[in-house]
């Protein structure tokens, strides 16, 4: 009898925190809240010309065409700017001693890419949002990019790379789109 009550209560136990769990989704979430419905216009407009140059380079990436580093680096500045407006712990990474966007992926992103990388999944980890995931996919991106110095599979291993970035991306800023709202 006291082994039956232990097993039911086990159960009960597993059940309730598994129910707990799948009810969290893991790390806490929260939309994006903008001043006005101007700010949120503002940045929706900005996301829909993200996503149409991330659709683009992708397009351009699986034709097989070149992808310049000035292309990648302009459209990462961008969305990264844009982000960072909007998520005061993003934005207190990226300008951690003074720097701007471009200060950043000049300076630290660019002698530790990985690192940085898994600097702003931590931050996700802390406080998951698809505008942070959006923030990582960006700079996994500009890691991919193919050098038209390297040999064809190499080139064409980072196209692959590159194309998998993108979807990623192109996916997170339509999550990001929808989770825009105002006071």
């Not at 991306?169 to 999550?175: R, Y």
Request: aromatic share 4%; proline share 3%; with cysteine.
């Amino acid at each position: 009898m006291i082994r039956r009550a232990v097993s039911v209560g086990l159960r009960l136990f597993v059940i309730a925190t598994l129910a707990t769990l799948s009810a969290c989704g893991g790390a806490a979430h929260h939309p994006i809240v903008l001043e006005n419905q101007e700010d949120a216009e503002d940045f929706h407009n900005f996301l829909v010309s993200y996503l149409k140059s991330v659709d683009d380079m992708l397009h351009q990436v699986r034709k097989g065409d070149t992808i310049s580093d000035f292309s990648a680096g302009m459209l990462a500045y961008n969305i990264l700017t844009t982000l960072s407006s909007a998520d005061d712990e993003l934005h207190a990474h990226i300008t951690e001693g003074g720097q701007d966007v471009q200060a950043y992926l000049r300076t630290r992103f660019q002698d530790q890419p990985e690192q940085e990388i898994a600097a702003i999944a931590a931050i996700n980890d802390h406080e998951a949002s698809p505008l942070r995931s959006s923030a990582r996919y960006t700079l996994e991106m500009l890691t991919c990019v193919p050098n038209s110095s390297d040999p064809l599979t190499l080139q064409q291993q980072n196209r692959d790379q590159l194309a998998m970035a993108l979807e990623k991306l192109k996916s997170a800023l339509a999550e990001t789109d929808e989770e825009i709202k105002t006071h």
